[in-house]
Protein backbone atom coordinates (compact mmCIF):
# COMPACT_ATOMS: atom_id res chain seq x y z
CA UNK A 1 0.00 0.00 0.00
CA UNK A 2 1.11 3.35 -0.68
CA UNK A 3 2.07 5.87 2.24
CA UNK A 4 -0.63 8.37 3.19
CA UNK A 5 -1.12 10.72 6.48
CA UNK A 6 -4.14 9.88 8.86
CA UNK A 7 -6.18 12.74 10.80
CA UNK A 8 -8.87 12.02 12.68
CA UNK A 9 -11.44 14.96 12.80
CA UNK A 10 -13.37 16.07 15.60
CA UNK A 11 -16.01 18.46 14.02
CA UNK A 12 -17.52 18.67 10.44
CA UNK A 13 -15.45 22.07 9.99
CA UNK A 14 -12.74 19.87 11.32
CA UNK A 15 -13.28 17.17 8.84
CA UNK A 16 -13.93 19.91 5.83
CA UNK A 17 -10.96 22.13 6.83
CA UNK A 18 -8.29 19.06 6.15
CA UNK A 19 -9.85 18.20 3.19
CA UNK A 20 -8.82 21.07 2.04
CA UNK A 21 -5.24 20.71 2.11
CA UNK A 22 -4.55 18.43 -0.59
CA UNK A 23 -5.35 15.14 -2.36
CA UNK A 24 -6.92 13.88 0.42
CA UNK A 25 -10.49 11.42 1.20
CA UNK A 26 -12.58 10.98 4.09
CA UNK A 27 -12.69 7.73 6.07
CA UNK A 28 -15.71 6.12 7.18
CA UNK A 29 -16.30 2.51 7.80
CA UNK A 30 -13.15 2.03 5.42
CA UNK A 31 -14.78 -1.03 3.86
CA UNK A 32 -14.67 0.05 -0.12
CA UNK A 33 -11.50 2.84 0.16
CA UNK A 34 -8.71 0.42 2.29
CA UNK A 35 -9.65 -2.34 -0.60
CA UNK A 36 -8.82 0.39 -3.36
CA UNK A 37 -5.92 1.26 -1.74
CA UNK A 38 -4.33 -2.21 -0.52
CA UNK A 39 -5.17 -2.79 -4.22
CA UNK A 40 -3.33 0.54 -5.37
CA UNK A 41 -6.36 1.48 -7.77
CA UNK A 42 -6.21 4.34 -7.34
CA UNK A 43 -4.35 6.33 -10.59
CA UNK A 44 -3.49 9.25 -7.77
CA UNK A 45 -4.04 7.42 -4.24
CA UNK A 46 -4.91 9.96 -1.62
CA UNK A 47 -1.90 11.60 0.35
CA UNK A 48 -4.29 12.05 3.49
CA UNK A 49 -7.20 10.19 4.52
CA UNK A 50 -9.36 12.35 6.90
CA UNK A 51 -11.18 9.61 10.01
CA UNK A 52 -14.70 10.96 10.42
CA UNK A 53 -15.96 7.97 12.16
CA UNK A 54 -14.98 9.51 15.20
CA UNK A 55 -17.22 13.09 15.02
CA UNK A 56 -20.07 12.68 17.85
CA UNK A 57 -23.97 13.30 16.75
CA UNK A 58 -23.65 11.93 13.03
CA UNK A 59 -25.03 8.32 13.72
CA UNK A 60 -28.75 9.01 14.82
CA UNK A 61 -31.97 7.58 13.27
CA UNK A 62 -34.53 10.34 14.36
CA UNK A 63 -38.48 10.82 13.35
CA UNK A 64 -39.22 14.22 12.65
CA UNK A 65 -42.90 15.20 11.72
CA UNK A 66 -41.71 15.60 7.66
CA UNK A 67 -40.23 11.95 7.85
CA UNK A 68 -36.60 10.66 9.06
CA UNK A 69 -33.20 12.46 9.48
CA UNK A 70 -30.42 9.21 8.99
CA UNK A 71 -26.80 10.45 10.28
CA UNK A 72 -24.67 9.77 7.65
CA UNK A 73 -21.92 7.75 10.37
CA UNK A 74 -24.91 5.52 10.71
CA UNK A 75 -23.84 1.88 10.42
CA UNK A 76 -25.81 0.04 7.92
CA UNK A 77 -26.77 -2.69 10.54
CA UNK A 78 -28.36 -0.30 12.56
CA UNK A 79 -30.92 0.99 9.30
CA UNK A 80 -32.04 -3.11 8.58
CA UNK A 81 -32.26 -3.25 11.96
CA UNK A 82 -34.05 -0.15 12.80
CA UNK A 83 -37.56 -0.66 13.97
CA UNK A 84 -38.86 2.83 12.84
CA UNK A 85 -36.89 1.84 9.52
CA UNK A 86 -38.74 -1.46 9.35
CA UNK A 87 -41.85 0.10 9.97
CA UNK A 88 -42.63 3.00 7.84
CA UNK A 89 -39.23 2.55 5.42
CA UNK A 90 -39.37 -0.97 4.75
CA UNK A 91 -37.89 -0.50 1.30
CA UNK A 92 -34.48 1.30 2.95
CA UNK A 93 -34.42 -1.73 5.96
CA UNK A 94 -34.69 -3.96 3.00
CA UNK A 95 -31.98 -2.66 0.70
CA UNK A 96 -29.92 -2.45 3.95
CA UNK A 97 -30.29 -5.42 5.04
CA UNK A 98 -29.19 -7.14 1.40
CA UNK A 99 -26.02 -5.26 1.74
CA UNK A 100 -22.91 -7.25 1.42
CA UNK A 101 -22.24 -9.57 4.70
CA UNK A 102 -22.93 -9.06 8.45
CA UNK A 103 -19.36 -7.80 9.06
CA UNK A 104 -19.43 -5.48 6.43
CA UNK A 105 -23.04 -4.43 7.41
CA UNK A 106 -21.43 -3.60 10.95
CA UNK A 107 -18.30 -1.40 10.23
CA UNK A 108 -20.24 0.22 6.87
CA UNK A 109 -21.98 3.92 6.75
CA UNK A 110 -25.12 4.86 5.18
CA UNK A 111 -22.89 7.76 3.38
CA UNK A 112 -20.15 5.34 2.63
CA UNK A 113 -22.49 3.18 1.01
CA UNK A 114 -24.05 5.97 -1.18
CA UNK A 115 -20.20 7.21 -1.96
CA UNK A 116 -18.46 3.66 -2.31
CA UNK A 117 -16.67 3.24 -5.58
CA UNK A 118 -17.87 1.06 -8.58
CA UNK A 119 -16.79 -2.27 -8.70
CA UNK A 120 -15.79 -2.57 -12.78
CA UNK A 121 -12.71 -4.82 -13.07
CA UNK A 122 -10.87 -2.67 -15.35
CA UNK A 123 -11.43 0.36 -13.00
CA UNK A 124 -10.26 -1.66 -9.73
CA UNK A 125 -7.80 -3.89 -11.99
CA UNK A 126 -4.66 -3.62 -8.87
CA UNK A 127 -1.39 -1.58 -10.04
CA UNK A 128 -0.10 -4.93 -8.29
CA UNK A 129 -0.94 -7.22 -11.13
CA UNK A 130 1.52 -5.38 -13.60
CA UNK A 131 -1.72 -4.98 -15.91
CA UNK A 132 -3.76 -2.17 -15.37
CA UNK A 133 -6.22 0.10 -17.45
CA UNK A 134 -5.88 3.84 -17.76
CA UNK A 135 -10.12 3.88 -18.37
CA UNK A 136 -11.99 6.86 -18.66
CA UNK A 137 -12.27 6.93 -14.73
CA UNK A 138 -8.63 6.73 -14.25
CA UNK A 139 -7.88 9.93 -17.11
CA UNK A 140 -7.63 7.59 -19.87
CA UNK A 141 -9.84 8.14 -22.82
CA UNK A 142 -12.03 4.90 -23.19
CA UNK A 143 -14.27 2.59 -21.33
CA UNK A 144 -13.00 -1.03 -21.70
CA UNK A 145 -16.25 -2.92 -21.12
CA UNK A 146 -17.54 -1.66 -24.21
CA UNK A 147 -15.38 -4.07 -26.22
CA UNK A 148 -14.45 -6.15 -23.27
CA UNK A 149 -15.95 -8.17 -20.83
CA UNK A 150 -19.42 -6.40 -19.90
CA UNK A 151 -21.48 -8.90 -18.41
CA UNK A 152 -22.09 -6.82 -15.00
CA UNK A 153 -21.93 -3.28 -16.90
CA UNK A 154 -24.71 -1.14 -17.53
CA UNK A 155 -27.87 -1.69 -19.92
CA UNK A 156 -29.44 1.41 -19.54
CA UNK A 157 -28.35 5.40 -19.56
CA UNK A 158 -24.82 4.73 -20.01
CA UNK A 159 -22.50 7.44 -21.92
CA UNK A 160 -18.62 6.65 -21.82
CA UNK A 161 -18.33 4.80 -18.46
CA UNK A 162 -21.02 1.59 -18.34
CA UNK A 163 -19.65 0.86 -14.27
CA UNK A 164 -22.73 0.36 -12.44
CA UNK A 165 -23.70 2.22 -9.29
CA UNK A 166 -23.44 -0.56 -7.01
CA UNK A 167 -25.00 0.42 -3.65
CA UNK A 168 -28.53 -1.15 -2.56
CA UNK A 169 -29.40 2.13 -0.62
CA UNK A 170 -29.21 4.20 -3.33
CA UNK A 171 -31.96 2.07 -4.73
CA UNK A 172 -34.07 2.17 -1.94
CA UNK A 173 -33.35 6.21 -1.45
CA UNK A 174 -34.26 6.91 -4.39
CA UNK A 175 -37.66 4.99 -4.94
CA UNK A 176 -38.56 6.92 -1.62
CA UNK A 177 -37.53 10.54 -3.05
CA UNK A 178 -34.52 11.42 0.11
CA UNK A 179 -32.17 14.22 0.05
CA UNK A 180 -28.77 13.98 0.83
CA UNK A 181 -27.40 16.92 3.27
CA UNK A 182 -24.04 17.63 2.89
CA UNK A 183 -21.54 20.33 4.87
CA UNK A 184 -22.39 22.88 2.09
CA UNK A 185 -26.04 22.06 1.05
CA UNK A 186 -28.88 19.84 0.46
CA UNK A 187 -29.10 17.38 -3.01
CA UNK A 188 -32.40 15.96 -4.02
CA UNK A 189 -31.04 12.38 -4.25
CA UNK A 190 -31.88 11.94 -8.38
CA UNK A 191 -29.49 14.93 -9.07
CA UNK A 192 -27.08 13.22 -6.72
CA UNK A 193 -25.47 10.77 -9.18
CA UNK A 194 -23.10 11.30 -12.23
CA UNK A 195 -22.02 9.14 -14.75
CA UNK A 196 -19.14 9.33 -12.86
CA UNK A 197 -20.05 9.59 -9.80
CA UNK A 198 -21.93 12.40 -7.61
CA UNK A 199 -22.07 16.01 -7.08
CA UNK A 200 -19.72 16.38 -3.95
CA UNK A 201 -16.97 18.74 -4.22
CA UNK A 202 -13.70 17.52 -2.69
CA UNK A 203 -13.99 19.14 0.49
CA UNK A 204 -17.66 18.17 0.68
CA UNK A 205 -18.91 16.07 3.33
CA UNK A 206 -22.10 14.31 3.32
CA UNK A 207 -23.34 14.65 6.77
CA UNK A 208 -27.41 13.13 7.03
CA UNK A 209 -29.89 12.00 4.83
CA UNK A 210 -33.77 13.26 5.11
CA UNK A 211 -36.27 10.67 4.13
CA UNK A 212 -39.75 12.48 3.31
CA UNK A 213 -42.61 10.62 5.21
CA UNK A 214 -45.10 8.34 3.31
CA UNK A 215 -48.40 8.33 3.50
CA UNK A 216 -50.98 5.59 4.97
CA UNK A 217 -51.63 4.44 1.46
CA UNK A 218 -47.90 3.93 0.02
CA UNK A 219 -46.56 0.52 -0.87
CA UNK A 220 -43.05 -0.30 -0.54
CA UNK A 221 -40.55 -3.28 -2.24
CA UNK A 222 -37.46 -4.17 -2.34
CA UNK A 223 -35.94 -7.06 -4.54
CA UNK A 224 -32.69 -7.78 -5.28
CA UNK A 225 -30.75 -10.47 -7.59
CA UNK A 226 -27.14 -11.65 -6.97
CA UNK A 227 -25.19 -14.35 -7.51
CA UNK A 228 -24.73 -15.27 -4.02
CA UNK A 229 -26.88 -13.23 -1.80
CA UNK A 230 -25.46 -13.81 1.24
CA UNK A 231 -22.67 -11.34 -0.10
CA UNK A 232 -22.98 -10.04 -3.17
CA UNK A 233 -23.63 -7.11 -4.84
CA UNK A 234 -26.88 -6.54 -6.80
CA UNK A 235 -26.72 -7.73 -10.88
CA UNK A 236 -30.23 -6.10 -10.96
CA UNK A 237 -32.26 -4.58 -7.66
CA UNK A 238 -35.90 -2.57 -7.80
CA UNK A 239 -37.21 -0.12 -5.52
CA UNK A 240 -40.89 0.29 -5.74
CA UNK A 241 -42.92 2.58 -4.03
CA UNK A 242 -46.26 3.02 -4.85
CA UNK A 243 -49.42 5.32 -3.56
CA UNK A 244 -53.04 4.03 -4.29
CA UNK A 245 -55.82 6.04 -3.80
CA UNK A 246 -59.44 4.57 -3.93
CA UNK A 247 -57.58 1.33 -5.35
CA UNK A 248 -55.93 3.40 -7.84
CA UNK A 249 -52.38 4.64 -7.69
CA UNK A 250 -52.21 7.89 -7.36
CA UNK A 251 -47.97 8.01 -7.11
CA UNK A 252 -44.99 5.79 -8.14
CA UNK A 253 -41.50 5.79 -7.89
CA UNK A 254 -40.03 2.70 -9.46
CA UNK A 255 -35.77 2.49 -9.03
CA UNK A 256 -34.16 -0.23 -10.94
CA UNK A 257 -30.30 -0.90 -9.30
CA UNK A 258 -26.94 -2.33 -11.03
CA UNK A 259 -28.53 -1.46 -14.30
CA UNK A 260 -26.77 2.40 -14.83
CA UNK A 261 -24.38 4.43 -13.88
CA UNK A 262 -27.00 6.10 -11.35
CA UNK A 263 -30.23 4.41 -9.37
CA UNK A 264 -32.12 4.64 -12.46
CA UNK A 265 -35.34 5.81 -12.81
CA UNK A 266 -37.88 3.86 -14.35
CA UNK A 267 -40.27 6.72 -15.85
CA UNK A 268 -41.62 5.08 -18.42
CA UNK A 269 -43.59 2.43 -15.37
CA UNK A 270 -44.54 4.94 -13.46
CA UNK A 271 -46.19 6.84 -16.13
CA UNK A 272 -48.25 3.68 -17.34
CA UNK A 273 -49.26 2.89 -13.75
CA UNK A 274 -50.63 6.46 -12.47
CA UNK A 275 -54.74 6.03 -12.90
CA UNK A 276 -54.48 2.71 -12.80
CA UNK A 277 -55.61 -0.31 -10.32
CA UNK A 278 -52.17 -2.70 -10.21
CA UNK A 279 -52.91 -6.04 -11.87
CA UNK A 280 -51.42 -8.72 -13.69
CA UNK A 281 -51.71 -6.93 -16.99
CA UNK A 282 -50.76 -3.69 -15.99
CA UNK A 283 -47.71 -4.56 -13.63
CA UNK A 284 -46.39 -6.37 -16.70
CA UNK A 285 -47.03 -3.45 -18.71
CA UNK A 286 -45.06 -1.17 -16.68
CA UNK A 287 -42.21 -3.54 -16.42
CA UNK A 288 -42.10 -3.46 -20.49
CA UNK A 289 -42.33 0.21 -20.16
CA UNK A 290 -39.41 0.19 -17.47
CA UNK A 291 -36.44 -1.66 -19.70
CA UNK A 292 -38.19 -0.16 -23.16
CA UNK A 293 -34.90 2.07 -23.56
CA UNK A 294 -32.59 -0.79 -22.83
CA UNK A 295 -29.20 -0.53 -24.84
CA UNK A 296 -27.15 -3.65 -23.18
CA UNK A 297 -23.85 -4.59 -24.20
CA UNK A 298 -22.44 -7.41 -25.88
CA UNK A 299 -22.37 -9.71 -22.78
CA UNK A 300 -25.53 -8.54 -21.09
CA UNK A 301 -28.50 -8.74 -22.42
CA UNK A 302 -29.74 -11.27 -19.70
CA UNK A 303 -29.84 -7.92 -17.42
CA UNK A 304 -32.72 -6.56 -19.12
CA UNK A 305 -34.93 -9.73 -18.29
CA UNK A 306 -33.99 -10.12 -14.87
CA UNK A 307 -34.95 -6.27 -14.70
CA UNK A 308 -38.55 -6.46 -16.31
CA UNK A 309 -39.04 -9.51 -14.05
CA UNK A 310 -37.90 -7.77 -10.81
CA UNK A 311 -39.79 -4.79 -11.43
CA UNK A 312 -43.40 -6.66 -12.27
CA UNK A 313 -42.77 -8.73 -9.01
CA UNK A 314 -41.92 -5.30 -7.36
CA UNK A 315 -45.09 -3.48 -8.53
CA UNK A 316 -46.99 -6.58 -7.97
CA UNK A 317 -46.05 -7.10 -4.03
CA UNK A 318 -47.08 -3.01 -3.82
CA UNK A 319 -51.00 -4.33 -4.97
CA UNK A 320 -52.33 -3.20 -1.53
CA UNK A 321 -55.67 -5.16 -2.31
CA UNK A 322 -53.03 -8.39 -2.25
CA UNK A 323 -51.64 -7.26 1.14
C1 LIG B 1 -17.27 -8.17 -0.08
C2 LIG B 1 -18.11 -6.92 -0.22
C3 LIG B 1 -19.43 -7.04 -0.63
C4 LIG B 1 -20.23 -5.90 -0.78
N1 LIG B 1 -21.53 -6.03 -1.18
C5 LIG B 1 -22.31 -4.93 -1.28
C6 LIG B 1 -23.69 -5.03 -1.65
O1 LIG B 1 -24.22 -6.13 -1.84
N2 LIG B 1 -24.40 -3.88 -1.75
C7 LIG B 1 -23.87 -2.65 -1.51
O2 LIG B 1 -24.59 -1.66 -1.60
N3 LIG B 1 -22.58 -2.53 -1.16
C8 LIG B 1 -21.80 -3.63 -1.03
N4 LIG B 1 -20.49 -3.49 -0.65
C9 LIG B 1 -19.93 -2.16 -0.46
C10 LIG B 1 -20.07 -1.71 0.98
O3 LIG B 1 -21.43 -1.54 1.27
C11 LIG B 1 -19.33 -0.41 1.10
O4 LIG B 1 -17.95 -0.74 1.12
C12 LIG B 1 -19.68 0.37 2.35
O5 LIG B 1 -21.02 0.71 2.36
C13 LIG B 1 -18.86 1.64 2.37
O6 LIG B 1 -19.11 2.30 3.59
P1 LIG B 1 -17.88 2.75 4.51
O7 LIG B 1 -18.45 3.55 5.61
O8 LIG B 1 -17.02 1.60 4.87
O9 LIG B 1 -17.13 3.70 3.46
P2 LIG B 1 -15.56 4.00 3.29
O10 LIG B 1 -14.88 2.82 2.70
O11 LIG B 1 -14.99 4.59 4.53
O12 LIG B 1 -15.67 5.15 2.19
C14 LIG B 1 -16.14 4.88 0.89
C15 LIG B 1 -16.08 6.19 0.07
O13 LIG B 1 -17.06 7.09 0.55
C16 LIG B 1 -16.43 8.32 0.94
N5 LIG B 1 -17.18 8.76 2.12
C17 LIG B 1 -17.45 8.04 3.24
N6 LIG B 1 -18.19 8.77 4.09
C18 LIG B 1 -18.40 9.97 3.48
C19 LIG B 1 -19.12 11.15 3.85
N7 LIG B 1 -19.77 11.24 5.03
N8 LIG B 1 -19.12 12.20 3.00
C20 LIG B 1 -18.48 12.12 1.81
N9 LIG B 1 -17.80 11.03 1.38
C21 LIG B 1 -17.76 9.97 2.22
C22 LIG B 1 -14.99 7.94 1.24
O14 LIG B 1 -14.12 9.05 1.08
C23 LIG B 1 -14.75 6.89 0.17
O15 LIG B 1 -14.46 7.51 -1.06
C24 LIG B 1 -19.68 -4.62 -0.49
C25 LIG B 1 -18.35 -4.50 -0.08
C26 LIG B 1 -17.57 -5.62 0.07
C27 LIG B 1 -16.14 -5.46 0.52
Known amino acids: MKRFSYKNAKTISDAVSLMSTGNAEFLAGGTDILNLLKAEAYDKPPELLVNIKNIP ?78 CLRKGGHQCYAVTGDNRYHAILGAERCYAVCPSDIAVALTALNASIITSKRTVKIDDFFKVM ?73 EEILKGKAIDEPVAEEAAAAAVRDARPLSNNRYKVQIAKTLVKRAVLSCNSSSL
Open 57 to 134: GLDTISENPGGLEIGALTRISAIASSEVIKAKYPVLAKAAGSVASPAIREMGTIAGNLCQEVQCWYFRRSFLTGNTFD
Open 197 to 269: GNVLDDDEMVTGIFVPGQGSGTRQAYIKFALRPAIDFAIVSTAAVITTTDGKVSGARIVIGAVAPQPYRAGGA
